[in-house]
């Protein structure tokens, strides 16, 4: 019997419609395409996951979002493993196009993405924002990799930081973050700075990778500010 291949398509916010028509394009080989509006239905990513894993009929899972394509040889290598019982889930490392620029160092890549899963190993997905899958079984690492059209500009990049740095303020002070200080500060933006621009050489992907170390900086002082904002909020 043939293995079929379902893929569970996040769509929602503002659509770019030349990159939706490559996303679907891209995915021509599989058997079945689950479009998730995320604009109409309430729920965190990792609902949004669940919820197209409930949709889909085939025997294997492929996530993918409207920014992202599978390559040629990603698609290759897809329909040669779903054949195998060897492993239930497969990570894929994802290319990031920042600002037109293919990025290399700053801890870009490999990036490696847990989105191949048989459907009947996935457990379910977890987490607000950062989710990831719990799955039955072993998972392989891939080559090929998937095309990920971050960042297109820097309007859209404050605005996603906006949105998202909510989420991840909210998460922190629930978890009982301790209460924020200028050395809790400092620390945060340093360790983002040399993780990104340092450590991982962020500086040899040109302006963009200089650019990108100081947004990754300002996106982490933001959720910090914003959670210094829930503390002087809430705790007494």
């Not at 239905?41 to 492929?62: M, Q, V």
């Not at 990031?96 to 048989?118: A, E, Q, S």
């Not at 991840?168 to 993780?195: C, I, Q, V």
Request: proline share 3%; net charge positive; glycine share 6%.
């Amino acid at each position: 019997m043939k293995t079929s291949i379902s893929a569970i398509i996040l769509k929602g916010g503002k659509i770019d419609d030349l990159l939706y028509r490559k996303c679907l394009d891209s995915l021509s080989f599989v058997d079945e395409k689950v479009i998730v509006d995320t604009s109409k239905i309430k729920g965190s990513f990792a609902d949004w996951r669940n919820y197209g894993a409930k949709k889909a009929k085939s025997d294997w899972l492929l996530y993918v979002d409207i920014d992202e394509q599978v390559t040629p040889p990603l698609a290759k290598t897809v329909l040669q493993v779903v054949t195998s019982d060897d492993f239930s889930g497969y990570a894929i490392p994802r290319r990031n196009i920042f600002l037109g620029h293919t990025m290399r160092w700053g801890g870009w890549y490999p990036d490696y993405v847990l989105r191949l899963i048989k459907k009947d190993k996935l457990i379910r997905w977890e987490g607000d924002l950062h989710e990831q899958p719990k799955i039955k079984g072993e998972i392989c690492h891939l080559k090929s990799p998937l095309i990920h059209n971050s960042h297109r500009s820097l309007s859209e990049m404050i605005e996603k930081t906006n949105e998202w740095s909510e989420i991840e303020a909210r998460l922190l002070f629930d978890s009982g973050h301790p209460k924020m200080n200028f050395f809790r500060f400092f620390t945060a933006g340093f360790r983002e700075f040399w993780y990104r621009g340092i450590r991982n050489l962020g500086f040899l992907d040109g302006t963009t990778g200089v650019i990108e170390t100081i947004y990754q900086t300002f996106s982490r002082l933001i959720t910090y500010s914003k959670l210094w904002e829930l503390q002087l909020k809430y705790t007494k």
